[in-house]
């Protein structure tokens, strides 16, 4: 199966602003590269993915894209989550491909097995596999076949939004879990769970803040 990850990316130097009160202006923005460059360090090994696709209005973003052989797009506009993965999946699906899945840019404990796993559960045509975050709310993993099947509705409550979606369109949707890929950071909090998984799991800890 040919399939594309498409990451979405934040302009890296105002990401994570919930996390003024715990980290400095230039911390925030070494964890959030340092999460970005762990995303696409794993998708590279993971032989299934044949291409990345990263979008980004961040040229430093496109920039380190690059540096891991992506394909980057420049986003334009207003900011738009949604508008802007159903333009990054347009620009994949007409390189003939079989399945996007798509992938946040603040998974620093996502590995190549959780992204294995998802792709080899969407193997029926079409299909949608949905991995949501710990508190069973959002979106942090969503993988298509073919590109586009469903629309994006990402934000609050995103995860019952695209099951929802598959099922309207009598399309096969399933559910994966695992505590390191439900793992985002954005409140302090997250980043208590992420030290005390990655200790459990003998994990390289992507960053410590002081």
């Known amino acids: 199966m ?21 980290l400095t202006p230039e911390q925030r923005r070494q964890l959030a590269e340092s999460m970005f460059r762990h995303v696409l ?8 993915v044949i291409g990345t696709l990263v979008i980004s209005r961040d040229s ?3 920039s380190i894209a690059r540096d891991y052989d992506a394909k980057t797009v420049q986003e334009t506009g207003t900011p738009e989550l ?13 390189w003939w491909v079989e399945s996007v899945l798509v992938l946040p840019a603040d998974l620093p404990l996502v590995t190549s097995d959780d992204i294995v796993s998802m792709i080899r559960l969407g193997e029926g045509i079409p299909s949608v596999v949905i991995a949501t975050d710990q508190n069973r709310d959002g979106t942090n ?18 995860y019952q939004r695209h099951v929802a979606y598959a099922r309207e ?42």
């Open 41 to 48: 360090e794993v998708v590279r090994d993971v032989p299934q």
């Open 141 to 158: 993993a969503l993988f298509m076949r073919p590109p586009g099947v469903i629309p994006y509705a990402y934000g609050p409550g995103s």
């Open 60 to 62: 430093k973003a496109l």
């Open 169 to 210: 369109a009598h399309i096969d949707v399933k559910s994966y879990y695992s505590e390191q890929l439900a793992l985002d950071i954005d409140v302090s909090s997250d980043l208590d769970t992420y030290k005390r998984l990655a200790r459990q799991t003998n994990f390289q800890q992507l960053f410590v803040s002081d």
């Open 82 to 94: 949604n508008s802007a993965l159903m333009r990054a999946t347009q620009v994949v699906a007409s």
């Open 2 to 22: 040919s399939t594309w990850v498409i990451i979405p990316v934040k302009p890296l130097n105002r990401a994570k602003s919930r996390l003024t009160a715990v």
